[in-house]
């Protein structure tokens, strides 16, 4: 959310920040209807001053037995009475249509988010690790899953297109990735939280994906919402809350379902395990002042390396351009894993900071040392990974030509020392 104090004060420059997103501008329509919801309050307030000052004027007239004068005065008070709700009515209505315009502008880019329409314009910051060269044709991992308990065709029947039935080998391993991936991150010093999966408009609306993605989320019936991200539940942790700066930063991770319409990708990633409804994933929170944001995008950013440099897959970084950053996003990272069935790199995991966007949303404040005001405090989140995602890569980067995959060193501890998944013959 934007602070309306800020537009007004240099709309060129909102409207400039806005262009670089691909988005008209908006100041003129934003201010022009806080100048209207701002004359609408001050006329109420100079209406209620009146009355009180007329109410304290009839004591006096009646005090004074001038009945003529204090009738007169009575009959404004009357005229102020019924006028006051409709100018009440007038600043609610503007408020609420000033909100509602505010809350669908995306979160303005960082001065070194680069420019551009789509992923073609991102920018590659680093490369790490070494494609494996194989001595046979590698194979996607919709050809390889099945034999190892990636059960597409009952998961379809069961529930519809993208959701899959894991069992046997495959089950196991998803297993020990998201649990790998959870110790990982809480050893860098996040908190484990074990969230709500269902939540309401008000923690949906913090994150940003109300009112504007509804399409790509479930709904229950007694209106609660799926969550597509457990960064929704972990952030709202600090709505509507003002914190100690001692208390920061706060660092939160959780390992859950996710849940995605996938409304927006139709037609992409329609076979195989990498675009499902749903999802485990382990999600990464940092809730932090506003002079650790930058340090906390990065230590992130690499705390979701690690995982990729543990599990010893080829990956590389991505600056995502202005086009391709998600709503609350002030600069993104995407982590791109390499798969040799595709030969090529897709995303495993976004790392943003969302600078203050999300807490004025939520109201989430911070008291600095030694001041009495307080201040938002600013937001980050990244997955650290995509459960399903990095089941894919270990398949097709470990898969041997006898349909088996080896199980990456780390992840054999947790497997109780298996060394190779075989499949079912």
């Known amino acids: 959310m934007h602070d309306i104090r800020l537009i007004r004060d240099d709309p060129a420059a909102f409207d400039a920040a806005l262009a670089k997103r691909g988005v008209a501008p908006q100041s003129a329509s934003l201010v022009t209807l806080d100048e209207q919801r701002r004359a609408t309050i001050a006329e109420s307030q100079t209406a209620q001053t009146r009355r009180n000052e007329l109410s304290k004027a009839i004591g006096q007239a009646k005090a004074q037995k001038d009945e003529a004068k204090a009738q007169a005065l009575m009959a404004e008070v009357a005229s102020l009475k019924e006028a006051l709700p409709a ?58 899953g099945p034999a190892l308990g990636l059960d597409f065709e009952t998961g379809a ?14 089950a196991k391993l998803q297993r020990a990735l998201g649990q790998f991936m959870l110790d990982h991150v809480a ?56 914190l100690a700066e001692a208390e920061l930063p706060l660092r939160f991770t959780a390992l859950t379902p996710c849940f995605r319409s996938e409304a927006g990708a139709a037609g992409r990633d329609t076979r195989g395990y990498i675009r499902q409804h749903q999802f485990d994933k382990v999600e990464m929170v940092s809730i932090v002042t506003p002079d650790m944001s930058e340090a906390e995008h990065e230590r992130m950013t690499a705390c979701a390396e690690g995982v990729l440099d543990a599990l010893q897959l080829p990956f590389r970084r991505m ?58 405090v600013h937001t980050l989140n990244g997955s650290a990974l995509a459960v399903g995602r990095t089941l894919v890569a270990v398949l097709e980067n470990y898969q041997q030509e006898d349909g088996s995959v080896a199980v990456p060193a780390v992840l054999q501890p947790y497997l109780n020392g298996l060394t190779v998944l075989e499949p079912k013959r």
């Not at 789509?118 to 690790?129: F, K, P, Q, S, Y």
Request: with cysteine.
């Open 87 to 144: 100018l009440e009515a007038d600043e609610a209505r503007l408020g609420s249509e000033l909100q509602a315009m505010l809350a669908a502008i995306p979160n303005l880019p960082a001065a070194d988010v680069p420019e551009g329409g789509g992923e073609d314009d991102n920018a590659l910051v680093h490369t790490r690790g070494t494609p494996t060269t194989f001595t046979f044709t590698a194979r996607e991992h919709d050809a390889i």
């Open 187 to 242: 050893d860098a010093g996040f908190e484990q939280v074990s969230p709500p999966l269902l939540v309401r408009d008000e923690a949906v609306f913090g994150t940003g994906q109300l009112p504007k993605f509804s399409e790509d989320l479930f709904q229950t019936t007694d209106g609660r919402w799926l969550i597509p991200t457990a960064e929704v539940s972990l952030t709202n942790i600090v709505r509507e809350q003002i």
């Open 319 to 376: 600056l995502l351009c202005t086009g391709d950053m998600g709503f609350t996003a002030a600069r993104t990272y995407d982590l791109e894993v390499w798969l040799p069935g595709q030969a090529r790199y897709r995303e495993i995991s976004s790392v943003s900071t969302c600078t203050d966007f999300q807490a004025r949303r939520m109201n989430a404040r911070y008291r600095p040392e030694g001041e009495k005001g307080t201040r938002f």
């Open 157 to 170: 029947a069961m529930s519809g297109a993208r959701f899959t039935l894991v069992r046997g080998p495959a």
